[in-house]
Nanobody, 129 residues
Framework: QVQLVESGGGLVQAGGSLRLSCVLS????????MAWFRQAPGKEREFVCV????????YYADSVKGRFTVSREGAKYTVNLQMDSLKPEDTAVYYC??????????????????????WGQGAQVTVSS
């Protein structure tokens, strides 16, 4: 069974940086699309970014493009989210999600949380103004 454990996060002033990490265990990391979603108080969980296997394509939400960078460390079964130029509106609980893909498999909506079936426990990110 796939398990995801997140680390990082915390409190930072606007304009600062934070880094989140998510470690996958229980399966082969190289087969998985790894995504980050976030949920602010009173709001629905929203897509942040995804890194896909078999080519390493990455996609970002417009709201974080140019400020956030997602990366994979295959040997460590880890996906990282480097968050720079943080804004108060980035404040949320950040969740790591995983979905097993197949080479030449079908397409899916990677911006939808329902496309991912394993989740981390969440990490709080708070950006003060």
């Amino acid at each position: 069974q796939v398990q995801l454990v997140e680390s990082g996060g915390g409190l930072v002033q606007a304009g600062g940086s934070l880094r989140l990490s998510c470690v996958l265990s229980g399966s082969t990391f190289g087969d998985y699309a790894m995504a980050w979603f976030r949920q602010a108080p009173g709001k629905e969980r929203e897509f942040v970014c995804v890194t896909r296997p078999f080519g390493g394509d990455t996609y970002y939400a417009d709201s974080v493009k140019g400020r956030f960078t997602v990366s994979r460390e295959g040997a460590k079964y880890t996906v990282n989210l480097q968050m720079d130029s943080l804004k108060p509106e980035d404040t949320a609980v950040y969740y790591c999600g995983a979905r097993r893909e197949q080479l030449f498999g079908g397409s899916y909506d990677y911006t939808s949380q329902t496309s991912f079936n394993s989740w981390g426990q969440g990490a709080q990110v708070t950006v003060s103004s």
